[in-house]
């Protein structure tokens, strides 16, 4: 019954989507049956298999969502339950084999290929964000307004619908200033807006979707 449904779900969307790229919210329900068919235990950390990982990335590979609007549609089926998982980065990297992640601009924002593991979901301790972000090392990549600079941990703080917010170990540098990070908005669908202190306007972006390579 629930393939049944998720395929309901998806001809539907097809429908009645602009173009290719639904979005966050049109995205959210098929998200979420799936993974209402993982045994999540509340109050607890869930640590998805490489078999539920690769199925998560082929769905949004379906749905046309890009990486951020992926994890938001998990957050917001599984932070309500009061559960919290952890993905591997290096299960990430390999399904890098077969799945384009969203290419270049997408992983400059989110360093899959330094990426130990990312936790996301319900907070149990005060070490704990909605979203934490824990790297092999230091990381530095150029997004275009700047250099993005990475510490081991780093994440956000506060997640909702579209939006990442209250980031923290995430700074920006240009030429010889160094500016926090202060917010990731999901505007439109396949589109995200990076806000940085002391920039008076967001920096706008097409953030590609995940999509099967040939």
């Given at each position: 019954?629930?393939?049944?449904?998720?395929?309901?779900?998806?001809?539907?969307?097809y429908v009645?989507?602009?173009?290719?790229?639904?979005?966050?919210d049109?995205?959210?329900?098929?998200?979420?049956?799936?993974?209402?068919?993982?045994?999540?235990?509340?109050?607890t950390?869930?640590k998805?298999?490489?078999q539920?990982?690769?199925?998560?990335?082929?769905?949004?590979?379906?749905?046309?969502?890009?990486?951020?609007?992926?994890l938001?549609c998990?957050?917001?089926?599984?932070?309500?339950?009061?559960?919290?998982?952890?993905?591997?980065?290096?299960?990430?990297?390999?399904?890098?084999?077969k799945?384009?992640?969203?290419?270049?601009?997408?992983?400059?924002?989110?360093?899959?290929?330094?990426?130990?593991?990312?936790e996301i979901?319900?907070?149990?301790?005060?070490?704990?964000?909605?979203m934490?972000?824990?790297?092999?090392?230091?990381h530095?990549?150029?997004?275009e307004?700047?250099?993005?600079?990475y510490?081991?941990?780093?994440?956000?703080?506060m997640?909702?619908?579209?939006?990442?917010?209250?980031p923290?170990?995430?700074?920006?540098?240009k030429?010889f200033?160094?500016?926090?990070?202060?917010?990731?908005?999901?505007?439109?669908?396949?589109?995200g807006?990076?806000?940085?202190?002391?920039?008076?306007?967001?920096?706008?972006?097409?953030?590609?979707?995940?999509?099967?390579?040939?």
């Amino acid at each position: 019954m629930r393939s049944c449904a998720i395929i309901f779900f998806l001809s539907l969307f097809y429908v009645f989507a602009d173009d290719d790229r639904l979005g966050a919210d049109a995205a959210a329900i098929p998200i979420a049956s799936f993974l209402s068919t993982i045994p999540f235990q509340q109050g607890t950390i869930t640590k998805f298999t490489d078999q539920d990982t690769e199925k998560l990335i082929a769905l949004a590979a379906k749905l046309h969502i890009n990486v951020f609007e992926l994890l938001d549609c998990t957050f917001r089926y599984i932070e309500p339950l009061h559960v919290r998982i952890s993905m591997s980065g290096l299960v990430l990297r390999n399904l890098q084999a077969k799945y384009d992640l969203g290419g270049d601009r997408v992983l400059a924002i989110l360093p899959v290929d330094k990426l130990s593991y990312l936790e996301i979901g319900a907070v149990f301790s005060s070490e704990q964000s909605k979203m934490d972000i824990f790297l092999d090392s230091v990381h530095e990549s150029f997004i275009e307004i700047g250099t993005a600079h990475y510490e081991i941990h780093c994440g956000f703080k506060m997640l909702s619908p579209r939006t990442f917010s209250l980031p923290f170990g995430i700074s920006v540098k240009k030429l010889f200033l160094r500016a926090p990070l202060e917010m990731l908005e999901l505007y439109e669908p396949g589109k995200g807006a990076i806000y940085v202190k002391g920039l008076s306007r967001p920096k706008r972006w097409n953030l590609d979707v995940i999509t099967v390579k040939n």
